[in-house]
């Protein structure tokens, strides 16, 4: 199954023809007015994930049309909708609008691999923080500072600062959208308690975490275990099954610096195996990336390809990984607490976690799979040639030195990720001398 694609619902008959509403793909009744999409109930609920039509369509289509025709006539003239009680609209949107109006942009920056889905899934749940503090039916409009000061006094419970500088930029990113796209260009008055963590707090907090990243020997047990061989746990020596699969992905992530969308999207017409390079653009930014591949990494490679299974799904017969049933180890499901929204089962983020709980490798927050491209700026830095570095992470590169910088030469890449194999493998760099 594609990485973008979510499993389509049967959707009932119209109760008659001119009905004026539409089934929307997440259970509602909508109708696009003025270029805009508005809903008005629902004819469906949300079951293990599927969207089930209701038993009773005509009272769910009575309903819908009773709430459209209510509020037609303020959208048709594209005025502000009073609320069902009789209280005087706003000019403005609700949150509810403003947070689904950004999703729907967001999602077709998706579609359009544009942003990435783990992007949009925090995206997700920056929206569900908004609407759950101020409510679905407050209007954007009306937020003064202090509301803002309360918000964020909310937003900062049980969390660090480095985790309370995210939500709030984020939040920023959802109300900027609204104010431009919404509320023609009218600011919404966040007041001076709604900011960022001061530099000196983020430091101090950044400096108190335990590191992301793994030691050399922490991941050679992991490629050991994986390779069949028998390791130490607790002082027992244990022997795993062998998974060429797992231990192709996590050298991938070592030698390539790939996360966890880069291995499920990973193609092997991207692959040259016998030369030894992968030339595989980064979605999240789009730079370009040429990598030399490690003796290991190519071996792990080869042994994965031969263990996949056919595809599903024929546009996936390109992937380089695929798991037992044929699919993306990223995959889309609608999500069973908001039928609105799909979420994302991300398979090698919990096979990864497993396998570091199976070999009782301390693991705290932030230190998983993703830790792979973390391990690698780290390590790689080491070869004091950032430039390189930054062409093997795929990160853009807006300075002046990188609009005049055509590529850099396979030597000097070479280098970047040898310089992690030496440090993973003493031996190597020893044999080399």
């Known amino acids: ?249 996590i050298l991938a992530g070592l030698n390539c610096a790939f996360g966890n969308t880069d291995i499920s999207t990973l193609t092997q017409s991207a692959l040259d195996l016998e030369n030894g390079w992968v030339e595989f653009a980064r979605q999240k930014t789009g730079v370009r990336r040429r990598i030399p591949l490690w003796p290991e990494t190519i071996e792990a490679l080869k042994a994965a390809i031969a263990e996949r299974p056919e595809p599903a799904d024929p546009a996936d017969s390109d992937r380089v990984f695929l798991n037992n049933k044929g699919g993306q180890f990223m995959q889309l499901r609608p999500s069973m607490t908001n039928p609105d929204r799909v979420s994302t089962i991300n398979v090698i983020a919990r096979r990864f976690d497993l396998l570091v709980t199976t070999l009782k490798i301390p693991k705290h927050r932030g230190r998983g799979f993703y830790s792979l491209r973390h391990q690698f700026e780290t390590i790689a830095g080491e070869c004091a040639d950032q430039v390189s570095v930054n062409s093997v992470m795929g990160h853009s590169d807006n300075t002046m030195a990188g609009n005049y910088r055509h590529g850099v030469s396979d030597d000097r890449l070479r280098k970047a990720v040898n310089t992690v194999r030496e440090w993973l493998w003493p031996e190597v760099a020893e044999q080399s001398r």
């Open 1 to 249: 199954m594609s990485a973008n694609r979510t499993i389509a619902p049967t959707k009932p008959s119209r109760p008659y023809p001119t009905f004026p509403l539409g089934y929307h793909v997440t259970g509602r009744f909508s109708k696009k007015i003025k270029g805009r999409l508005f809903f008005f109930g629902r004819w469906g609920r949300v079951v293990n994930g599927q969207v089930v039509a209701f038993d009773n369509q005509n009272a769910a289509a009575a309903t819908a049309l009773e709430e459209f025709n209510r509020q037609w006539p303020y959208l048709a003239k594209g005025l502000p909708v009073p609320s069902a009680d009789g209280a005087p609209a706003v000019a403005g949107c609700s949150i509810a609008e403003a947070c689904n109006s950004f999703l729907n942009h967001r999602q077709s920056l998706v579609d359009s691999g544009e942003l990435s889905r783990a992007t949009f899934d925090s995206y997700i749940g920056t929206c569900n923080l908004i609407a759950g503090h101020f409510g679905r039916d407050r209007d954007v409009a009306t937020l003064q500072p202090d509301d803002f000061a309360a918000f964020r006094a909310a937003l900062a419970k049980g969390v660090n600062v480095v985790t309370l500088l995210s939500r709030i930029m984020r939040c920023r990113i959802v109300f900027g959208y609204a104010s431009e796209n919404l509320l023609d260009g009218k600011p919404v008055r966040y007041g001076s308690a709604f900011k960022r963590p001061k530099k000196k707090d983020l430091l101090v907090a950044r400096n108190a975490r335990d590191p992301r990243i793994f030691t050399a020997d922490e991941l050679r047990k992991m490629l050991d275990h994986l390779a069949g061989k028998a390791v130490k746990v607790d002082g027992k020596t244990i022997k795993g099954r062998a998974n060429p699969v797992m231990r192709g992905m």
